[in-house]
């Protein structure tokens, strides 16, 4: 034990499991409420919606508009390493 | 799809690694290394591990996860680091970068229910003539006066009209000096009890008195309708003659303990701390052996040089205070608890670890209403239009009330978000806050050199509470208290 909880909230918060400190956050918050992410701006149904929800929660957990992959394929090409590059690499784009 | 895509697929959403570090507070004492967490109240004993790294996180709003566990790593083993990186993370001190943040506890003006208290001012005088008197001996900033039993009732009318399905409830009768209006102590306390009854409640009475005017009728009174008497005394004769003078001249002194040690009452003493009496180890010592069953201090609040502390008057206190904490845990030792209701209140309130967005119940819990049938949020407010809350014909005024107590919780007053105690202390008390900023518009703040000296209180109130905790454990289930905000004197 790292350290010794005094009180009761220490105690509540350090018996919890690393998993509910930390839970895997793919899906526990965004992909429910993204607005319109399914179609695309040729107004069809976007092939690849599910890689813009993967985006979508970062970094400030509101959703921030992506395109999608149909109509601009390349725009994430200047991205290397989305998990490390992801702020610098992916340019904006307008419709 | 592009050659990037495909480097898309399997990753997680995050950058896992980069970490928030929220408001924490280190602090060594003794031997003790202690942490205290500043939104969420968890209190935690440290080892060496976490003392290193609560002490690489300061100053950082951000960090990454696997270079402070890779430091961390160096100095204590790779074992160690994950262990305090990870108690670290179920203190919520550190959190994912991009995790939400909730408001910290908002849930004392999220639901305002009811109140729970009313305070009647029965008499708005008094025979004593105590210079520091924030009712202006008993006045409020108007004329002597009585408040008669019509008010007395309607008052408490109003107050059960508003409790919707509230069970307990309290009435407190208060002044100027209540004694001096007996009459309607009676009346109100029958009409009330009446009414509770009627409506499958529960009520406490109690008073606050200076204690020169009781009678023998009057404590048999008290004793038999289970009373919580407060009386106001500071101290040794020495002390409390100089400053609680009766009207004419003399001191209150024996007055009021020939009254306490004949008359089978057992009261708790409730002091004024002024820049004349500072010693407050003597003075809680000497009325904890007088047989006053709890001692409560409370600083002055005159708006007076002659009685209002100084930065060296504080520094008076806080020796006085060091003291009576030692004498908390000698108590602690022997299995009892120490009656100063100060340092319990803050035991308590720390033991719980619930964050306190509010100094106190004013206005959320309380009101008090007085002879004119206005209702302000506590009875040192009383009189005082910015904290006016209602009114006996139309009851509380919701907007008044949501408003006041909204423009005071300490994330919307600047000296509070960047002070660590700010959820302890839940701001000060709104009368001290009120004076100290020159009696201006909202939102009042406590003066530096009083939070100061809060600050010192709740330091050594949590070191206090370490000691318990090691040295007298089985002390602290005594001390699981109320959580109720009302508890507390919010100016100590």
Request: one cysteine or more; hydrophobic letters at 40%; a negative charge.
């Amino acid at each position: 034990m790292a350290m010794k909880p005094l009180n009761r909230k220490a105690e509540t918060l350090t018996s919890r499991s690393p998993d509910d400190v930390r839970p895997y956050t793919f899906g526990d918050c965004c992909p429910g409420f993204l607005p319109g992410w399914e179609v695309a701006a040729n107004g069809q149904a976007d092939a690849c919606g599910w890689q813009a929800d993967l985006r979508a929660c970062h970094p400030c957990y509101w959703t921030a508009q992506v395109p999608d992959n149909a109509t601009y394929p390349n725009w994430m090409d200047n991205c290397g390493n989305v998990a490390q590059d992801w702020e610098t690499g992916l340019p904006l784009v307008g419709p | 799809m592009s050659a990037a895509t495909e480097v898309l697929v399997p990753i997680p959403v995050r950058p896992d690694d980069l970490l928030r570090v929220n408001a924490f507070f280190p602090f060594e004492e003794g031997e003790k290394r202690l942490l205290f967490v500043v939104e969420n109240a968890a209190f935690t004993e440290l080892d060496d591990a976490g003392w290193a790294l609560a002490n690489m996180l300061a100053g950082h709003p951000r960090t990454s996860r696997k270079a402070t566990l890779k430091a961390l790593s160096e100095l204590h083993g790779e074992e160690a680091a994950v262990a305090t990186v990870e108690g670290f993370e179920q203190l919520e001190i550190l959190e994912p970068a991009d995790r939400p943040r909730l408001p910290a506890d908002m849930s004392s003006f999220g639901v305002m229910g009811p109140m729970s208290s009313l305070v009647l001012h029965v008499a708005h005088d008094c025979n004593l003539r105590c210079g520091y008197c924030y009712a202006d001996f008993g006045r409020y900033g108007d004329s002597f006066g009585m408040m008669d039993e019509a008010m007395a009732i309607a008052h408490i009318d109003k107050f059960f009209d508003q409790l919707g399905d509230r069970k307990t409830v309290s009435v407190t009768f208060f002044g100027g000096e209540p004694l001096m209006n007996m009459p309607v102590v009676y009346a109100g306390h029958a009409h009330a009890k009446a009414r509770a009854e009627r409506e499958g409640r529960k009520v406490g009475f109690s008073l606050t008195t200076n204690g020169t005017l009781l009678t023998q009728e009057a404590v048999d009174f008290f004793i038999r309708e289970k009373f919580v008497i407060t009386v106001s005394i500071d101290g040794p004769p020495d002390i409390n003659d100089k400053i609680r003078p009766i009207e004419g001249g003399g001191g209150s002194y024996e007055k009021i303990m020939e009254r306490v040690r004949t008359t089978g009452l057992h009261p708790i003493a409730r002091v004024t701390l002024t820049k004349k009496s500072t010693d407050v180890a003597r003075i809680v010592r000497h009325l904890v052996d007088a047989g006053f069953k709890d001692v409560g201090v409370s600083p002055v609040a005159s708006g007076s040089k002659k009685f209002d502390f100084e930065k060296e008057d504080l520094a008076q206190v806080m020796i006085g205070m060091r003291a009576l904490a030692d004498d908390f845990v000698a108590y602690a030792k022997q299995g009892k608890v120490f009656p100063f209701s100060n340092m319990r209140g803050i035991l308590e309130q720390i033991g719980a670890g619930e964050p306190r967005p509010l100094p106190c119940g004013a206005a959320t819990n309380l009101a008090a209403a007085d002879n004119k049938g206005d209702v302000y949020a506590c009875h040192r407010l009383v009189g005082n239009e910015q904290f006016k809350i209602g009114t006996v014909k139309e009851g509380i005024d919701r907007d008044r009330r949501f408003n006041l107590i909204g423009g005071m919780h300490p994330r919307t007053r600047a000296p509070c978000q960047s002070c660590w105690a700010r959820y302890l202390c839940g701001g000060g008390c709104h009368h001290i806050a009120w004076l100290h900023s020159g009696k201006g518009e909202a939102p009042w703040t406590i003066a530096d050199d009083f939070c100061d000296f809060l600050r010192d209180m709740y330091r050594l109130g949590l070191y206090t509470y370490a000691r318990v905790a090691d040295e007298a454990p089985e002390m602290l289930s005594r001390l699981k208290g109320t959580k109720d905000a009302c508890s507390q004197p919010a100016g100590l």
